[in-house]
């Protein structure tokens, strides 16, 4: 009754592509994806509420939990169908005021990330690139973070619009930037951009629930967090809406509803189970019988369930490498993680640094196995383009990578306290005082010397 209920007030389910996948693996849910996207109707609905009397929202939860997902495929598509919306959305990167003054200069399609699917790809716009412009207000907005709310709102008044500033994964602010007058300032430009609920302006940033205490190092951050949204994981209910109604949208069932029960016990334990639930749907999709319009319970087994699915699957990616391409594979991956186990977008060739050859053929063929995904530059060329692991899940559950992460850890933190000090150097002039000398020196460079492949950045 409850489901004939549900299916009254919300309509039939759209339907998809048979033969293309309703499931998104361990990619993130966005506009383009919002037909797929269930068990989250209420969530939304309540969100939605909220953001019309409060102008900045953080969405908080574990990693896995779908936050990305939420807003993108849930929440933004709803604005929309209530009127004009201007949706600029962007993750901070290691440059975040850098990042964020060119989502602005650009505009809302000028800089979408294509590889990771847009609101309309057939109607992505890519802009001339105004330089000039974007490195003023960059600077603008980094000394002076409060003029971000009068921005948003200029941008308002020009579009005849409602403007809704996203930033995604916020914590890549704590985890790519070492300069705390950085953190203070983007925490401030962005939970000070809005303030006042009468006005065409709001803000939503993602974040997960282990960096609160960095926000809260702040004001504004702390009083942004007085009104965050705790995102749980799915319960039972909702997750058999996340498996069965986008298979049914495409014509396909699971063989019971005894594997469905199945699956939803086997991640009700995890504070990470959408991207488990996801991924396993994914490879079962893959094995899905045509004849019969079904994935069966035999495939299940022989993906290792929703809990081994992620892990055989990754371990599989390896078994085919030869002795270098293994170690290029290790090398490269590790670059990707930041000591506090997060992803790290990097420059492609920056990735590759060291590797030769046999990095590229490893990155090639790590990318055609959605391991890493990579992200196209603003022109959709190959300059620009950033790599990355495609998502956290997999740092935190392959065996593999997760040793290969214990063994490097020292390496890791050493490796960004390097990094960070020298972009700090580089960004303050290069001044030959506050260069490492003595010790210090002495030290970097033994360490240097057990790391295979150090980055020529880093070098430099």
């Known amino acids: 009754l409850v489901h004939e209920l549900r299916a009254m007030v919300e309509g039939p389910a759209p339907s998809l592509d048979a033969e293309g996948s309703p499931f998104r693996g361990l990619l ?19 969100f939605l509420e909220r953001l019309r009397f409060t102008p900045v929202l953080p ?25 004009r919306w201007t949706v600029l959305t962007l993750r901070p990167g290691a440059r975040p005021f850098d990042v964020l003054a060119a989502r602005i200069v650009r505009g809302e399609d000028g800089l979408w990330d294509q590889s990771s699917g847009g609101r309309d790809s057939s109607s992505t716009r890519v802009r001339p690139v105004d330089a000039a412009a974007e490195e003023a207000l960059a600077t603008e907005l ?6 971000l709310n009068l921005t948003l709102q200029r941008i308002a008044e020009r579009d005849a619009s409602r403007v809704l500033l996203y930033v995604d994964q916020l914590e890549e602010l704590f985890t790519h930037v070492a300069e705390r007058e950085v953190h203070r300032s983007f925490l401030d430009a962005v939970c000070m951009a809005a303030d006042d609920p009468s006005l065409p302006v709001r803000v939503v940033f993602s974040v997960r629930d282990d960096f609160l205490v960095n926000l809260s190092a702040t004001q504004s ?12 994981s799915p319960g039972p209910e909702a997750l058999r809406e996340i ?8 014509g396909y069932v699971f063989e019971d509803d005894a594997l469905v029960d199945e699956m939803v016990r086997a991640v009700g334990h995890e504070a990470a189970s959408l991207p488990l639930v996801q991924f396993a749907c994914s490879q079962l999709w893959e094995r899905r019988d045509r004849a019969s319009r ?4 035999a495939s299940y087994e022989g993906i290792g369930g929703v809990e081994g699915a992620l892990a055989r699957h990754a371990d599989a990616v390896l078994e085919g490498l030869a002795d270098d391409q293994t170690t290029a594979a290790r090398e490269l991956l590790l670059r990707l993680i930041t000591p506090e186990q ?6 492609v060739p920056r990735a590759l640094e060291g590797l030769g050859e046999v990095g590229q053929s490893v990155l090639n063929h790590l990318v055609a196995a959605r391991t890493l995904v990579i992200r196209k530059s603003a022109s959709g060329g190959e300059a620009g383009a950033t790599v990355e692991i495609v998502h956290e899940s997999l740092i935190r559950g392959w065996n593999t990578l997760r040793r290969w992460f214990e063994e490097a850890h020292h390496d890791l933190v050493f490796l960004e306290e390097v990094e960070q000090a020298a972009e700090l150097w580089d960004r303050r002039g290069r001044r030959a005082d506050e260069a490492w000398q003595g010790p210090a020196l002495h030290d970097a460079l033994a360490k240097a010397r057990r790391i295979r492949a150090v980055p020529t950045e880093v070098q430099a």
């Open 28 to 46: 993130p849910f966005t506009e383009a994806h919002r037909s797929q996207f269930f068990g989250r109707e209420s969530d939304v609905l309540a």
């Open 59 to 83: 969405v908080v939860g574990p990693s896995g939990a779908g936050k990305s997902s939420f807003v993108q495929a849930g929440v933004i598509p709803r604005l929309r169908e209530q009127g």
């Open 142 to 147: 980094r000394e002076t973070p409060g003029k």
């Open 221 to 232: 951050g702390r009083q942004a967090l007085a009104q965050l949204t705790l995102l749980r």
């Open 243 to 250: 498996l069965t109604r986008p298979l049914a949208a495409t």
């Open 294 to 297: 079904r994935l069966s319970r």
């Open 342 to 347: 997060t992803r790290r977008r990097v420059p």
